[in-house]
């Protein structure tokens, strides 16, 4: 498994681990956006902290999450981003749009 | 300008070897006692070159992907990323902001990353030939404790 979750009433947090780049991306976007079909959370939180590494497909898969996120009238949220997968998602601006707490 | 050190790393276009890529890269940079940052951006640029060769370069088929790495005088780092694909008709608009062919797993930003993680990036291409990318980082040079 890619990524592990917990699961509060309303409020979905998932956490990512290891390196997000190309060859992982598909298949963490797939279970994420599975689990978010199926509790449709109205808060998500997308945990950071065991993340190593990010390239900018890690921005496909937060604009994904962002996308879906919206569709529910939900939240996203982004918790314990490293400095490195900071910058690449500062890079295509998505401070801007998406509140991030870095580490 | 003669090179102080080179290196070449050469693989097929499969993305099991994209962490081995950036990671045989850093290896290489080490040497030149970046900072973590400097590490970071060589990675993440050393990885949108190589996933843009694997997935854009070699769409249907897999090839052969080579990296060139070169050392200069004054701690200058490099890079070139070489495909034998199918090649980029329209340079400039690959290069745009969120311009991707690659549908919703790509973000379109690979090009802007190198761009902004290094010092800078030169792109050739001829459409059924391949694509060359060539990126250039001065490491800072400190001062040991």
């Known amino acids: ?103 | 300008m003669k090179p102080i050190n080179s290196a070449k790393i050469e693989f097929l276009s499969r993305s099991a070897n994209e962490g081995f890529a950036r990671s045989s890269v850093a290896c290489f940079a080490a040497q030149l006692d970046p900072t973590l940052e400097e590490l970071g951006d060589i990675k993440t640029a050393v990885s949108e070159a190589v996933t843009n060769a694997i997935v854009h370069g070699y769409p249907d088929q897999l090839g052969r992907v080579l990296i060139k790495l070169r050392l200069f005088p004054e701690n200058l780092l490099e890079i070139t990323v070489q495909d034998w694909g199918v090649g980029i008709p329209d340079i400039q608009q690959a290069r745009q902001p969120m311009y991707t062919t690659g549908g919703e797993e790509r973000s379109g930003m690979g090009f802007t990353i190198m761009e902004s993680f290094m010092d800078n990036i030169r792109v050739r291409s001829t459409p059924g030939r391949g694509t060359v990318v060539i990126m250039r980082k001065k490491i800072s040079l400190r001062t040991r404790p």
Do not use: Y
């Not at chain 1, 509060?8 to 689990?35: F, K, T, V, Y």
């Not at chain 1, 939900?74 to 998406?98: D, F, M, W, Y």
């Open chain 1, 1 to 103: 498994m890619p990524a592990t979750c917990q699961n509060e009433g309303r409020q979905l947090c998932w956490s990512l681990e290891g390196e997000i780049d190309h060859h992982r991306a598909q298949n963490i976007s797939q279970a994420l956006e599975r689990e978010i079909s199926l509790r449709l959370p109205q808060s998500l939180e997308l945990d950071f902290s065991r993340v190593t590494f990010m390239d900018s497909s890690g921005i496909a898969l937060v604009l994904r999450a962002h996308r879906l996120m919206s569709e529910l009238g939900g939240s996203l949220t982004l918790k314990a981003v490293p400095r490195q997968a900071a910058r690449v998602l500062r890079a295509a601006g998505l401070h801007r749009l998406i509140p991030m707490e870095t580490r």
